[in-house]
C-alpha cells in the first residue's frame, strides 16, 4: 500500500486558516456557475437605440421578417418587436441583448437594414423588395 500524503493546513483559530477557508468557498462559488446553462427568459430582453445617421420607418411585416431570420421566435416578435421599430425609425440603429450577451445588431443604410445575429450570421434586408438579399 502506498504511503497516504496529508496536506498541512494551519490551525483552525488563525488568520492564515480563515483565509485559506475563504479562498476555497470563493472558488467553488466561483466555479458553480460555471457549468450554468443560460436560457433567457423574454424579461431579459433589452432594445437599446444606437446612434446613425440614416432612419426607417419600418412596416409590421418588415420587423416580423428580420426578426425571423435573425433567429428570434414568435413571443419575443411580439414584445419586443415594437421597441425595434422604434429604435430604427428614430436613431437609425439598435442592438437586442440578453443580460450582456448581445444577440443582434441591426443598422439602416438607405433602404436596406443590416444585421448581424449570433444565432444565424449576418444579412442584409431590402424593404423595397421586402426580402433578404
Not at 483559530?13 to 423574454?42: E, I, Q
Not at 433567429?71 to 419575443?76: E, H, Y
Not at 449576418?122 to 423595397?128: D, K, N, Q, R
Amino acid at each position: 500500500m502506498p504511503p497516504v500524503r496529508t496536506i498541512a493546513l494551519p490551525p483552525a483559530d488563525t488568520p492564515a486558516a480563515r483565509l485559506t477557508v475563504l479562498a476555497l468557498l470563493a472558488c467553488c462559488l466561483l466555479l458553480a456557475g460555471c457549468g450554468k446553462s443560460y436560457a433567457p427568459d423574454s424579461d431579459d430582453i433589452l432594445v437599446q437605440s444606437v446612434p446613425n445617421r440614416e432612419v426607417i420607418a419600418l412596416e409590421a411585416d418588415d420587423v416580423v421578417m428580420i426578426m425571423r431570420r435573425a433567429g428570434f421566435g414568435d413571443a419575443d416578435i411580439l414584445e419586443h418587436g415594437t421597441r425595434l421599430r422604434n429604435a430604427l425609425a428614430r436613431t437609425g440603429a439598435a442592438r437586442i441583448s440578453y443580460g450582456r450577451m448581445t444577440e443582434a445588431l441591426f443598422m439602416v443604410v438607405e433602404e436596406y437594414v443590416h444585421v448581424s445575429s449570433r444565432r444565424k450570421g449576418s444579412f442584409i434586408y431590402s424593404t423595397e423588395e421586402k426580402m433578404c438579399i
